[in-house]
């Protein structure tokens, strides 16, 4: 019982704390981060800024609201907070969703990472409304399921962070780490979904 209580903290800790990162994005005055990847013209590139900080700032919103979907506390207690918190994790997966599909086409290292983000975020959206539109027709296990496997899709934010300085490391070479991290974020999240939700018993269809 303490290795859960242990295993949620650690759980919700990290997809708080990487939910708030993007507010070192919004209120830098200079390039941070994954900007200093970018070239000048695409930077300058309106459509662009409007995806990547959309995508960023509505992720962190998924990020912050999604892990509370999984407690059972809330689900039982609180079931009106639990289906508001559900709806802004819904449209922001939507925005974010949107967003990250597009700036996936000019993903630092060419095709390998664009295609890597690319189908995450139409897996995202995709087992997204999948469980929207599964609890609208009260089918509770397909619900739970797709929310098993969207959130899973949404803490690849937080694998990524933890994944690529273990890469750089590894390879000691930027570029060769993204176009990895871009498949090992949130690939093996899948499975572990995959198996939760086997483990669970919930019927996908």
């Known amino acids: 019982m303490r290795t859960n209580k242990v295993a949620w903290f650690v759980f919700a800790f990290l997809a708080i704390g990487v939910g708030l990162y993007p507010l070192l994005y919004l209120f830098a005055n200079e390039k941070i981060g994954l900007l200093f990847s970018k070239s000048d013209e695409l930077l300058a590139n309106t459509i662009w800024t409007i995806g990547f900080y959309g995508h960023i700032t509505f992720g962190g919103i998924a990020l912050m609201t999604g892990w509370s979907q999984f407690s059972r506390k809330i689900r039982t207690k609180r079931l009106n907070l639990h289906r508001t918190l559900g709806k802004i994790y819904v449209f922001a997966v939507v925005i974010s969703g949107v967003c990250a599909i597009y700036i996936g086409f000019y993903a630092t290292g060419g095709w390998v990472a664009s295609l890597g983000f690319i189908l995450l975020g139409m897996f995202w959206l995709y087992t997204t409304l999948k469980a929207y539109t599964a609890i609208r027709n009260k089918d509770l296990s397909l619900h739970q399921g797709m929310m098993i496997y969207s959130y ?32 090992l974020c949130w690939v093996p999240n899948l499975i572990f979904a995959h198996l939760w939700v086997k483990r669970k018993g919930l019927i996908i269809g």
């Open 152 to 183: 899973a899709a949404c803490f690849a934010a937080v694998t990524l962070r933890l994944w690529l300085p273990l890469l750089q490391l590894a390879f000691g070479e930027f570029l060769i780490a993204y176009k990895i991290v871009a498949w």
